[in-house]
């Protein structure tokens, strides 16, 4: 690290680090007091899980989550950006024809798939989609709040729904919210009408 210290600024003592025990001691002496973070991996876990680094649950690895909930998370390297869908952060083309366009252009690797596969699919090659990723695995979230994050302070977001709340895929619910992605804004629209003003109650 020593060829690094003058060209980044660094103090020269950082040379003398050996281990990740070291670095960390020294980032804390160095690091700005007005941004609040974890120290070190641990901190992390014991903060996303909510029990004391001494916890033995720690050593083991994860804990497992209560019997009546489960958790996700999700890591985002900007903490100011929204928990919003890649469908909805964009305003070029309207969800209706982004989903159109995908299940033409793949057309015989889609077939026999349901709506809500073909959203996975894309959500996994990186298309528009109104799906949003999580993860049960806080590293894995913990890697994408740092991933390509040089100057910006990320953040894991912590879900705790239910087990009762958690959806599957041959659910009711999730047909209908994915079979929206096909639905033109108009009709969109129109059943949201339908919907909150009542005509849809039994």
């Given at each position: 690290l020593s060829k690094y210290a003058p060209k980044y600024g660094l103090k020269k003592d950082i040379a003398e680090i050996r281990n990740l025990s070291d670095y960390l001691q020294?980032?804390?002496e160095k690091k700005d007091s007005s941004q609040i973070g974890p120290e070190s991996l641990e901190n992390f876990l014991a903060n996303i899980l909510e029990c004391s680094p001494e916890n033995s649950q720690i050593q083991k690895g994860i804990a497992e989550g209560k019997k009546s909930s489960r958790c996700f998370f999700r890591g985002?390297?900007?903490i100011n950006y929204e928990l919003k869908s890649s469908v909805r952060r964009q305003n070029e083309y309207s969800e209706e024809i982004?989903?159109?366009?995908f299940d033409?252009?793949?057309y015989k690797e889609l077939r026999g798939k349901s709506i809500f596969e073909k959203l996975a699919i894309m959500q996994h090659h990186e298309?528009?989609?109104r799906l949003l990723d999580i993860t049960e695995n806080p590293l894995v979230a913990l890697y994408f709040a740092c991933k390509g994050n040089q100057d910006a302070i990320g953040i894991?977001?912590?879900f705790t729904p239910e087990i009762s709340e958690v959806l599957f895929e041959n659910d009711d619910e999730i047909k209908i919210l994915s079979a929206l992605a096909i639905l033109k804004q108009e009709n969109k629209n129109k059943l949201f009408h339908l919907v909150t003003n009542g005509v849809?109650?039994?």
């Open positions: 020294w980032l804390k985002h390297s900007k982004l989903f159109k366009k033409a252009q793949f298309y528009y989609s894991v977001y912590k849809c109650e039994s």
